[in-house]
């Protein structure tokens, strides 16, 4: 039994009292169009022009590429002169003038498949031949073909220039018919900013604005003189202000002057800044009769420009402290290396040299990680590498990193830690944490100062304190200590480097961690204490970071053809210096031609490849390599000074295996090149 065929939308024929419209719809050959034969036409584009054609609301579908326009009766009018030859033709044809308007929105609806929404838009058009303003609101819907795509879009609009212009017509007649002091008042009551009418030598309040009554907390005004309205001003200069422009008739204009008021009736006192003018009002015979004062609030500016300013002062503040912290590891290096160069140097002062030479470009190293860490936590990048661990893995680790500084200095360090306080967290990270908190005790606090480290497991949480008896801290510095790029100003003299980032580093860690961190002191002189709390389980944890498995530790590697290629000649021959100590055979290219080339010729193991060299770049070497039919076997290493999450990305896409900042790791690199590790960034 075979089922009914499915009814068709009914389409207008071409009978006597059919619409003009849709005698011309059934008299148009549609196969000699974009769209083809009305028979064949997706259902959906049926079902539309069947409810345009026979409605008496303007009307009209748009459909295909060429947004063949059909369209209603109704809609005649707004066509103009432009019908009938609009009829089964482009839209844009016939809307050219105003497609500029239209254009974008279609291309919302058929590109997105989002409808639009207008009201009482003005549209110029020459509709009849010549310029008009016209006024229309309309809605753009999409329609879908039989595939689910967007086949077209269907229209339904009024056009509002009449009722615009009536409307505008009527409103000028009322407002001609108004009194002209009620207009006053109603402007002079909405106006954005405070305003008041001061008249006569008392300055009596006779007119006086919202806004004006919102500064100064809704007090009683009019009426009365301005002295006993709102003595609090008597003593903030402003009646000086007001008698001179009185006996001057000179006006006066002031730019975020502080004012002290009530903005509540009984409420407390705060400070507002405000722009405003006293102007002298004239009478009849040209005598000053009062006064109109007028201004605005512009706290939240004045408070705006002071945060810029204390931005922009703590960021120079951070590049002189860069400067000067890059500054001091340069020094020795370079002392270090003339000394080791020096003929006369013997093996045991050169190897001192060398030492020097590797813990300052260490100490620079750390410099340029603690900006790159900020910068990946701001934005939502840095991974843990969060384990179960014993909390004693990163105390040792803290300790190692802080011991030197605490000896120098003859601090008196206690550690109360007991045995298997077990967590789940990132052990290097948690050791960073501890190590920027005792270094912090250590550099304020005086020489044989005491300082402790103390932590204490109550339910699932895990509390650890660093306490010290050093400078302290202010109730204001307490605010801002964990600020970035903040450095307590009287605590400078005894900051022994640093960029003023180390807390700001130590609370986003913390929080990475689903904890918190707090300081306390007593005051400057009474040292001070830094609370840290974690959650102790897995399942206590927010999910705020990537969980990451930790590093494998370095395995035995075995000889490998590497190519290494870096248009800096000190970089190259000391990377390639050391893979040969490791029983590497190695080859070098100092620019990308030479590298694509060398690699060509006889495909390398392993290719290290500098990102910034001239002729072609280490992402176009990268990518050309893995077009040969041998370049699926090359461990492709990036190496560069780019180290965000973006540049990690980038290397990615251009078939790069690993990404690694410069100054290299060289036992990460040895991991990298042995085929283990994960990718660096």
């Known amino acids: ?41 997706p259902r959906s584009l049926r079902t539309a022009v069947s409810i345009c054609l026979n409605s008496r609301f303007p ?120 009194d002209t002091a009620h207009t006053l008042r109603t402007w002079f009551d909405n106006a954005p900013g405070f305003i008041a009418v001061l008249r006569g030598p008392q300055l009596v309040f006779e007119m006086v604005n919202k806004a004006y009554y919102q500064l100064v907390g809704h007090k009683p005004l009019e009426g009365k003189p301005v002295w006993d309205a ?132 260490g100490h620079m190293a750390l410099l340029l990680d603690d900006l790159l860490d900020i910068s990946r936590i701001s934005r939502g990048r840095l991974p843990l590498r969060r384990q179960h661990m014993d909390l004693q893995e990163a105390v040792q680790a803290a300790l190692e990193t ?21 967590l789940f967290a990132d052990p290097i990270r948690l050791a960073q944490v501890l190590s920027n908190l005792l270094s912090n005790a250590g550099k304020y606090t005086d020489p044989g100062g005491h300082i402790e480290l103390r932590a204490q497991v109550a339910g699932d949480q895990l509390a650890l304190v660093v306490r010290d008896d050093g400078i302290g801290l202010s109730p204001e510095a307490q605010q801002e200590i964990f600020g970035m790029f903040s450095q307590v100003s009287n605590a400078l003299e005894r900051a022994e480097g640093g960029l003023g980032i180390g807390l700001a580093l130590t609370r986003a860690l913390v929080m990475l961690h689903g904890g918190t961190i707090e300081v306390h002191s007593d005051g400057p002189g009474r040292g001070s204490q830094f609370t840290v709390r974690l959650p102790l389980g897995k399942e206590t944890m927010a999910p705020p970071g990537e969980d990451v498995p930790p590093q494998p530790a370095p395995a035995p590697l075995g000889g490998r053809s590497i190519l290494v290629a870096d248009d800096s000649p000190d970089a190259l021959e000391t990377m390639a210096a050391l893979l040969e100590m490791d029983g590497h055979r190695v080859r070098v290219a100092s620019d990308g031609r030479q590298a694509l080339a060398a690699a060509q010729a006889a495909p390398p193991d392993v290719a290290v490849l500098d990102i910034g060299m001239p002729g072609l770049n280490g992402y176009e ?61």
């Open 1 to 41: 039994m075979t089922e009914p065929a499915e009814p068709r939308p009914f389409l207008p024929g071409a009978s006597d009292d059919a619409s003009e419209t849709a005698r011309l719809f059934a008299a148009t050959d549609w196969s000699a169009t974009p769209l083809g034969p009305a028979d064949h036409w």
């Open 59 to 178: 009307m009209f579908v748009w459909w295909g590429e060429q947004l063949v326009n059909i369209y209603n009766d109704a809609y005649v009018p707004v066509l103009g002169k432009r019908h009938p030859n609009a009829f089964a033709r482009p839209a844009r044809e016939s809307w050219s003038d105003i497609w500029d308007v239209l254009g974008p929105q279609v291309e919302t609806v058929m590109r997105q498949g989002r409808a639009t929404w207008n009201e009482r838009v003005l549209l110029v058009m020459e509709r009849n031949g010549y310029p008009e303003d016209t006024w229309f609101t309309w809605s753009y819907s999409p329609v879908q073909d039989d595939q689910g795509g967007i086949g077209g879009l269907f229209c339904a609009c009024v056009e509002e220039t009449p009722r615009v212009l009536a409307e505008r017509e009527r409103d000028r007649l009322m407002r001609e018919a108004q």
């Open 230 to 361: 709102l003595p609090e001003l008597r003593d903030q200069g402003f009646e000086e202000l007001l008698q001179r422009v009185y006996d001057s008739g000179e006006p006066f204009v002031g730019r975020a002057l502080p004012l002290r008021v009530q903005m509540e009736p009984g409420g407390p006192w705060t400070e507002r800044f405000v722009d405003l003018v006293y102007q002298p009002v004239q009478d009849a015979q040209g005598q000053v009769a009062g006064i109109f004062a007028q201004g605005h609030d512009v706290t939240e500016q004045v408070v705006a420009v002071r945060a810029l300013e204390t931005a922009d002062r703590r960021k120079d503040e951070f590049l002189a402290t860069l400067a000067h912290e890059l500054r001091n590891p340069l020094a020795p290096i370079r002392q270090a290396a003339t000394l080791a160069q020096t003929a006369s140097s013997d093996p045991a002062r050169r190897d001192w040299a060398l030492d020097v030479i590797q813990r300052q470009a």
């Open 402 to 422: 802080v011991r030197p500084l605490m000896d120098r200095k003859e601090h008196h360090l206690r550690v109360d830690i007991q045995p298997g306080i077990a």
């Open 621 to 681: 070497v990268a990518r050309r390599i893995r077009a040969q039919p041998w370049g699926a076997d090359v461990l492709l290493i990036a190496l560069t000074g780019w180290g965000q999450a973006e540049d990690v990305e980038r290397a990615h896409a251009a078939g790069f295996d690993h990404h690694v900042t410069k100054p290299v790791d060289f036992e990460a690199l040895q991991r990298l090149v042995g085929g283990e590790g994960a990718a660096a960034g």
